[in-house]
């Protein structure tokens, strides 16, 4: 292998995730952050609760495949790395490079739209739907068609951001932010997914890291610092005064709240669930009635009236 070829393929690609193809091969992420590491390990800590092994796998939002390959060398039988690829930064193109450098079985559909995953026509054993939903502008149609992946017993993981400030059971939108335009607490994430027929079986909550301690006041003020201060003092100058204090004081903590918009990172482990939703007085969207024998049994008596 001509090691210095293959890693020039791998630098042509702009990576999310980082990748150990060995022999030395690595993929760098363009987001190469402590932050995102953090976030990936406590993924990871929370997908040692799946049994992979011997299951069908659906990853939603895969990007470069970097959970799906993490089920597969867990022992899946099977996995559908899904993404629609007019969705993200970088294409494709990381997911192909990296099924081939792995040597993979993993199969791929890069133009799944997470509003039509019910097209897939496959129910699955576990789905993964990992660092998506905020992005949507319609995050519940996208769990609805979730929900149409799931046999009765699916395990669906879901990750993403919450407020942790918001009041409870309430979320933000805004259209317009490119980062996260779907900002919920965690009781507004609860009640959506339990509208799409899906209930939560385990949380795991990943803090925001506490903000940096301010530098602590180096030592004993020297003599140049005292003679300047003595002068200010002498001239009755408050600005002279303050702006030599602030040079030693450290400023002050920052304010003992965080702004609504402060996020931190969850993930659900849920199961599917049928029967009478309270979230649904009326028929719900998106074919969900299929789950609601009140509006399951309504649809087929109007279909065999018809
Ligand atoms: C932050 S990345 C998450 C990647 C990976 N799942 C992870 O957790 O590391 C968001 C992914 O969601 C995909 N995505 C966003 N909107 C989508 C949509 N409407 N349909 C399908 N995929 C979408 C993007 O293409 C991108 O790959």
């Not at 995730?17 to 022999?23: L, M, P, R, S």
């Not at 069908?56 to 895969?62: E, N, Q, R």
């Not at 993403?160 to 607490?185: I, Q, R, V, Y």
Request: aromatic fraction near 12%.
């Amino acid at each position: 292998m001509d090691v210095s070829r293959e890693q020039a393929r791998i630098d042509a690609v702009r990576w999310y995730h980082e990748f150990d193809f060995g022999n030395g091969l690595r993929a760098r992420s363009v987001s190469d952050t402590e932050a995102h590491r953090r976030m990936w390990r406590f993924v990871e800590d929370c997908l040692a609760g799946v049994d992979f092994r011997g299951k069908t796998v659906l990853d939603i939002g895969c990007w470069d495949g970097y959970w799906s390959f993490h089920a597969e060398r867990r022992g899946a039988a099977g996995v559908l790395a899904a993404d629609d690829f007019t969705q993200n930064w970088a294409g494709a193109d990381g997911l192909f490079l990296a099924r081939e450098l792995l040597g993979s079985k993993v199969e791929t559909d890069t133009r799944r739209s997470v509003y039509d995953l019910a097209g897939i026509g496959r129910r699955f054993d576990v789905v993964l739907f990992l660092g998506v939903y905020y992005h949507l502008f319609d995050p519940f149609h996208a769990l609805a068609q979730v929900r149409h992946c799931c046999h009765p017993g699916t395990v669906v993981c879901v990750e993403g951001n919450d407020g942790p400030n918001l009041p409870p059971d309430t979320a933000l939108f805004d259209p317009e932010n490119g980062g996260g335009k779907f900002l919920p607490s965690i009781g507004h994430l609860r009640r959506l997914l339990r509208a799409a027929y899906l209930s939560v079986a385990a949380e795991h909550v990943l803090e925001a890291p506490p903000p940096p301690p301010p530098p602590p006041p180096q030592g004993r003020v020297g003599w140049r610092w005292r003679l300047a201060m003595c002068r200010q003092v002498l001239a009755g100058s408050r600005p002279g005064i303050a702006d030599l204090a602030g040079r030693v004081i450290p400023p002050p903590p920052p304010p003992p709240y965080e702004p609504l918009t402060a996020s931190r990172r969850v993930f659900l482990t849920c199961t599917p669930f049928e029967g009478e939703n309270p979230a649904h007085y009326y028929r719900p969207p998106f074919g969900l009635h299929a789950y609601d024998p009140r509006f399951r049994d309504e649809a087929r008596a109007g279909e065999r009236a018809a």
